[in-house]
């Protein structure tokens, strides 16, 4: 692999789910207004911490957790078809990670967050989170 991708290990060899999760980690980097959290993520691209050493941080645990319901209730509004279009479209994607491994992780989420295969079906905000809203990461 000419990009050495710490998270491999995590991912016990497999090369698609380590460039998935660096993937993930690079869009919170650029994303996250919180500098602990850009921090923590950028440790973790860097090799310094590993996934789990970071969700043990009680700030990224509360920061994942509120993503997950968010994305969970993005998910939840959609109809069986768009959810069945939305698995298709991530499953093809997954099994693609390694054909773009020299695309920039920008270009990869601008094509993720087209909902243009949803024929309108107004899933507009797929894995495009805005990260500079902290109110949402608040205690209820």
Known sequence: MTDPNPLLGFARGDE?????LQDRFRIIQERSRDPHIRALA???LNGEAGPR???RDPAFGKFVAASV????QQIKS????DRRKLAEQGELEYQNIGLAKDAEPAQEERRVADPSWLDGGGFSEI??????DETWLEDG
């Open 42 to 44: 950028s440790k973790v």
């Open 53 to 55: 050493d970071v969700l």
């Open 16 to 20: 698609n789910a380590a460039r998935h």
């Open 127 to 132: 894995d495009d989170g805005d990260f500079s």
């Open 78 to 81: 959609l109809s069986d078809e």
């Open 69 to 72: 319901q968010r994305g969970m």
